[in-house]
């Protein structure tokens, strides 16, 4: 009687350690080449902030073999979280840091532990868009409201200093100064880089110190402005302008299969040749090889790449670089050109935005 007793009781611990193993193995995803968060996401009916919170991820970078949570712990077993201690200390001064060129938002989350969501989250910034010599605050701790520590009331802030008014009829202007660059003058006055250059009669983002921007659409007098002609290359550091330079300094050229110089381009070569003058050094592939060497974004920078599908042949067979306001630039049709992405042909190929690893 006490065998069967036995037997039964080790059928029943069996069956339930196999369950516990499957509801473990189910929870999980080992990346295939070619996967994206996107698509893992659109796969486990999730979406592809759950997948970074649940795996701790700072990016959209992922490698083949890599084993994903696909799931919640709160969906299978119950997790039990231990109540913080509050008897140690809770440090609520933030730390800060002064962005240098060639920083990004995942490098800078990655350098101090953090996240790139949290950074935007201290900083109120709602894009990845920095620039060199902005400071950022990287870290600070919220007191949960339950706790005995009592965080210091935080200094009154100081009334900001009132505006000068501007003249009746002139526009608001911003002279160049050492380090400014097109992205970084938009970025602060919060206006698009295509508008700066529009409202400016710039036909590239090279500005030289002393030159006077208007940074707001006017009918200003053209006597009220800096003549823009001849400018100065832009600082080396303002990666993002120079591939938008390099890009418009080449509408016009031929398109030219297999072309990958300035006498010609197909659409590849065209962003091999852009990217590399820009500092950015990538290998000359196809449309499929840039799209395996990037990853999806939903909320597309200038610089950021577009892709298209299904043109000449089956699958992404198209590519061009954002240039802001709905428009990217690429090599189609006979030449190098600037088109809407609510163009009648390309509109309907358009396949997403994606961001080359090598700018990360």
């Not at 965080?151 to 900001?160: D, F, G, L, S």
């Not at 990217?275 to 290998?283: D, H, L, R, T, V």
Request: aromatic share 8%.
């Amino acid at each position: 009687m006490n065998k069967i007793a036995f037997s039964v009781l080790a059928s029943g611990s069996l069956a339930l350690l196999i369950g516990v193993a499957d509801a473990e193995a189910s929870s999980t995803y080992t990346i295939k080449s070619g996967d994206s968060l996107w698509k893992i996401a659109k796969q486990h009916n999730v979406s592809v902030s759950d997948l970074k919170t649940w795996n701790t991820l700072s990016s959209d970078a992922i490698s083949p073999n890599q084993v994903l949570k696909v799931a919640s712990a709160s969906s299978g077993s119950s997790v039990t979280i231990p109540a913080p201690n509050l008897s140690q200390p809770v440090s609520n001064a933030p730390s800060t840091y002064t962005v240098k060129s060639g920083d990004t938002l995942s490098k800078i989350a990655s350098l101090h532990k953090t996240t790139v969501s949290k950074i935007q989250e201290l900083n109120k910034l709602s894009g990845h868009m920095i620039f060199p010599g902005q400071k950022l605050s990287v870290s600070g701790t919220t007191v949960p409201a339950s706790s005995s520590v009592t965080a210091p009331k935080p200094p009154p802030a100081a009334a900001p200093a009132p505006a000068p008014a501007p003249s009746v009829g002139t526009a608001r202007t911003h002279k160049v100064g050492s380090g400014d660059t097109l992205t970084g003058i938009a970025y602060r006055n919060g206006i698009s880089v295509t508008q700066l250059m529009n409202w400016n009669g710039l036909t590239s983002s090279m500005i030289r110190i002393g030159q006077v921007l208007k940074i707001e659409n006017s009918t200003a007098a053209p006597s009220q402005t800096t003549p823009v002609s001849n400018p100065a290359p832009p600082a080396a550091s303002d990666t993002v302008g120079n591939i938008v330079a390099t890009a418009n300094s080449l509408v016009g050229k031929p398109y030219v299969w297999g072309g990958s110089t300035a006498s010609g381009f197909d659409c590849s070569g065209f962003i091999y040749y852009v990217y590399n003058q820009a500092g950015i050094k990538i290998p000359r592939t196809n449309t499929t090889g840039y799209d395996a060497r990037s990853y999806d974004i939903s909320s597309p920078q200038v610089g950021d790449l577009v892709f298209f599908e299904n043109t000449y042949r089956a699958g992404i067979s198209h590519m061009g670089i954002y240039v802001g306001n709905n428009q990217f630039i690429h090599a189609g049709g006979d030449k190098v050109q600037i088109t809407s992405l609510s163009d009648s042909y390309w509109g309907k190929h358009f396949a997403g935005y994606k961001r080359l690893y090598a700018m990360d």
